[in-house]
């Protein structure tokens, strides 16, 4: 193997300071630790209230637009939901039109736990976007809305 190519410092410096993917990673992983504890008290994480949240519709959605609009695989999603259903929050359930496809139901008592969780995600939230002094939060949201689709 021949030497390497040398990267200088100024390199490294520069990705440090511009990285869309490392400040996403590092903001994201903030305020999720954030969401957590302020979530802890029900019994949640930020990603389990995301998920219950994903549920609350007129009727159970199957698998697919869930997985997509958490931006998850259907294995990730299926690993997420077993400890929400072992809790008795939610139920999945053979699609009565596809047995192939499953549906995905919050439950009276995943109902309960959302909405003893809202408060604290709106308090939680408001917190996070008030830490947005320069920025504008809609003008963020949109920007990551256009990022991850």
Do not use: Y
Not at 92 to 116: C, I, Q
């Amino acid at each position: 193997m021949s030497n390497p190519e040398i990267i200088p410092f100024a390199t490294t410096l520069h990705v440090r300071d511009t990285c869309l993917c490392m400040h996403l990673q590092r903001a994201a992983r903030t305020i999720a630790r954030e969401f957590d504890t302020a979530l802890k008290p029900v019994g949640l994480t930020n990603q389990q209230f995301s998920l219950l949240m994903a549920l609350n519709r007129p009727e159970p959605p199957p698998m697919g637009p869930v997985a997509t609009l958490l931006g998850t695989d259907r294995t990730t999603l299926t690993a997420a939901l077993k400890p929400l259903a072992q809790r008795g929050w939610v139920r999945v359930e053979p699609d009565a039109n596809d047995r192939r496809s499953k549906r995905l139901a919050l439950t009276k008592d995943g109902m309960a736990v959302l909405v003893e969780a809202l408060p604290i995600w709106k308090k939680t939230h408001a917190a996070v976007e008030a830490r947005l002094v320069e920025t504008d939060a809609d003008h963020v949201r949109k920007a990551l809305i256009e990022i991850g689709g």
